[in-house]
């Protein structure tokens, strides 16, 4: 590809806490707290858009890619629910550390150390594209959203869950979760890099797709729990189809 979208700062970056992945205490808390809330909002997602019945194996038959699968926080709750799960990243660790866990967990997921660029030079086609707490962290957002629909079966849908561009998001994500409370290692987060919801909105309706849902992903600090609400000015997630 002409543009490159891989940052290797943010790949060097993520790959010294390969170690501590499945640490739930550790550097990556946050996203194992966020897990179960982002999966009931893919459940939802992707039973109203296939019309798929309730069963304990829902996604049994959907073809799931993972970008930026990291360890497989994001893919082995998916690969439950029965789905052929594929989760690529560019760190090797933290594709060794994918591995390993699934392999303990006796789940089938096939995980790749690959890129974006090169899935699609393969021509490689997927009911559900998936790339969670990612868009904030490459480079050329519009070429890799691009590179993205190139990925996605006709009547396929992508789900995106990141970190909006506002005053409340530096204050929460920067000023507060990694410089003071050190619940994420510092300079994991660069805020020219967050993104609006309108941003996501213009760059895929410049390939005919539109956002279908929207959500805003919030943390209860008493409880510790993250909730899907109508607030998007910290982290949100949304779901976007072809029309």
């Known amino acids: 590809m002409s543009l490159n979208t891989l940052d290797k700062d943010e790949i060097i970056q993520f790959s010294r806490l390969a170690n501590d992945w499945w640490d739930e205490e550790g550097s990556m808390s946050f996203l194992h707290s966020m897990s179960e809330i982002r999966t009931k909002f893919i459940k939802i997602e992707l039973i109203e858009h296939f019309n798929i019945k309730e069963n304990n194996k829902l996604f049994k038959g ?22 052929n799960l594929t989760g690529v990243d560019e760190s090797e ?26 899935l699609v030079a393969l021509k490689n086609k997927y009911d559900v594209v998936v790339a969670l707490e990612l868009l904030e962290h490459v480079n050329n957002l519009k070429e890799f959203c691009k590179l993205i629909t190139n990925l996605l079966t006709e009547d396929g849908i992508i789900i995106l869950s990141t970190i909006n561009k506002t005053f409340l998001s530096k204050l929460f994500v920067i000023d507060m979760a990694e410089k003071i409370l050190k619940k994420i290692p510092m300079g994991t987060h660069h805020y ?11 760059i895929f309706q410049n390939h005919n ?31 976007l189809t072809k029309r």
């Open 192 to 202: 020219e890099k967050f993104i609006k919801p309108s941003e996501i909105k213009d």
């Open 62 to 83: 959907l073809n799931i890619l993972d970008l930026g699968c990291g360890g497989g926080i994001a893919s082995e709750p998916l690969s439950r629910l029965g789905a």
């Open 93 to 118: 660790e933290l594709i060794k550390v994918a591995k390993f866990h699934a392999k303990n967990m006796k789940l089938n997921i096939n995980y790749q150390c690959t890129s974006i660029q090169n």
């Open 209 to 239: 797709f539109d956002i279908r849902s929207i959500k805003g992903i919030n943390l209860n600090p008493i409880s510790n729990n993250w909730k899907l609400t109508d607030n998007k000015s910290i982290n949100y997630i949304v779901s």
